[in-house]
């Protein structure tokens, strides 16, 4: 087989993993020489690609690419980029195609979720029309845990973990305080659409009594009578209240509770997330005193406390990528799949990129309580493995150590373009 | 000696490594059985000597005790409850001293901050006119490191690795991202007073450009126009910026950020936090994409990131407290002396409690940059030995293990007592 160069780009938001899938890819294409000679990055993604801004990953040595896998954020730099629909821009994806020649790239390694799954598809498709031959894969990831067909999506087993942690460690705080100060602490997690990060907040506990006492997921409809009814009691049986909620929990008719009209002095939109929001309606109906906390980047960049089994599938989707180009395998997404429960096993399988493309997976309604403020026992069944083992990073002088990339650019062979 | 009994009482915000200092005392409780007899906690802190509710620790295991080294929370629970003063509410620190004679309770720790080091002085010089032979020990604890005499307070070195930690992940993850998304984040941490906790931050970058961009300190009165024009020129120099803010960040005339007048739609006080303030500015003098954090309790109950040093701090200051009891120093509190500094050397001095009540330890000005927005060479080098060394807590199925007390209530032997 004749040697061909090798493109990667990540796409979206980011995650604590998704560097360790870069590691994958690139550290697979290196143990490849005779099929894959150089690997480009797309410096921020996909624009990188159309801009022609290409990182020289051959100038990266060994060891800058293995502490990849203990790096959060995307180390070549990810966009949030979608390429518009192919009838009207096909220019765009042509000059996709172009830099591809240009750079005798045949592999293109596309690390994202639902949105550039759907590129992916795209590109390949017109590649196919224009007669270039290029093998697309699509590398998942994604901290919501939204895609289909895989068991889970690489970038969430960490979040999950970093949120069952922090519930459990921020309520021992509480719990320690409530007797004559804070009663209800509101955690708020990432999860526009999905409630699955808010749902591993539901880890922190089992038992009767154990926090979190609420969960407020966006799949269930916001009703504020009944959560501070379900508050007051929590606080009356337990001496305090500890909430976990999604950002994306709205009312019945669709608003989101973190955009309830409530505006500024300067007459703007309410800047506070839902966390705030929720605290203030504790506030005004039930007098208790409250803490809020707002995680935001932390969860999804919180590398230090990754989970293990989360850092080797992200390596392994990475890995397995390059295995799949290299079998001629095009449009295909690796997806993880759970073969079994207890022991937890898992493979990863090769899935079309059209089962993929454009699809989301929500909470199934047998994940949540009857009462919409919980986990069932078969959620925590599905979550649970997900956040077994550490795979803490190296530290340094106090920090974690992360990878210092060179991010050299390769020299431009075509005209400039304009995005 | 005779054998007489001890009294333990948290006081205040709970810390990530509050427990490692009980489990000091107590350990070193247990290893003196001759003097020491029966150790009982406060359950609640203080409120519990009041009311009688005294937890027997001798009921817990000695596994459950050595577990309190790597529990984050109270776990005896803590309370904010300040003794009133002793000349209009002697009643108070009467019953205190009825209670510790009631129980045999000659020894008495109070493991808290400036307002306990204040209460455990008056109940010694009270017990003292009352002729009842009581040794009363203060023993550090504050994230907000504002403890005078001590080089550093136990509490400070893990929110402070956490802190640091924290700002350079989510760093990364901005930085992947805002070639096309935010290009601004704000991380609001703890320190109403004091603006130890944001300096911490500044330790996750050294050379010019790295991030943190900006820290906001309580010590230096806010400026909006500045502190944008600070924003603009770091988003255009380095593609982003990011914003460390100390909650307690305030205006020239003493207004505290987030308490800026701004309302929301019932007319209530807003109840975001200064980071959506900051970020609300941020929107409307600039126009950059935003992201927010407020890390709120999450920091301080981040015992998964323990600072080693920290903890052992904290450990270190528990069992020294018992030995100067045990050498029958009334009326001091064991404070950390650093010794030297590269490589970082420490003890612990007895230093007497009137040193040490109502004084609160500010930033020294040297530790803040001309500019006002970072931290100094100086500063750096202080810091940095607090936050060396890891510290993990063991894990069971993909969670910190904490210490599960039974928290058995000694028999009431006194008539009820209303607070």
Redo the contacts between chains.
Sequence with gaps: MAQHNAFYA?SG??T?VINATACGVIEACRQAPDQIGKVYAGH??I?GALTEDLIDVNQESDEAIAALRH???????????KLKDIETHRAQYERLIEVFKAHDIRYFFYNGGGDSADTCLKVSQLSEKMGYPLTAIHVPKTVDNDLPVTDNSPGFGSVA?YI???T??????????C???TKV?V?EVMGRHAGWIAAAGG??GEAEGEPPHMIIFPEVAFDRKKAMARVDESVKRYGYCVIVVSEGARYEDGTFLAD???????G?R????V???L??MV??DLGYKY????????Q??????A?KTDVEQAYAVGREAVALALAGKNSMMPAIRRISETPYQWDIIATPLADVANREKFMPPSFITEDGFGITPDCRQYL?PL????D?PP?E????K?ARLSLTLAERKLPDFTL
Excluded at 291 to 298: E, F, K, M, R, T
């Design positions: 990540q938001g980011v604590a921020n993604g624009i790096t959060p954020g995307g180390a070549f730099g990810s966009c949030r980029y973990k069952a942690t922090s459990l460690e921020a309520s021992l705080d509480i719990a320690s305080m007797a004559t100060s602490f955690l880890l922190a309830a009209g409530n505006t500024d002095a300067f703007h309410q800047l506070g997330g966390a705030p929001t605290a203030g506030k005004q803490h809020w906390a707002v995680a935001d980047y932390l999804r960049s919180a590398r230090h406390l989970s649970l956040i077994q083992g550490e803490f530290f002088n106090g920090l974690p992360v």
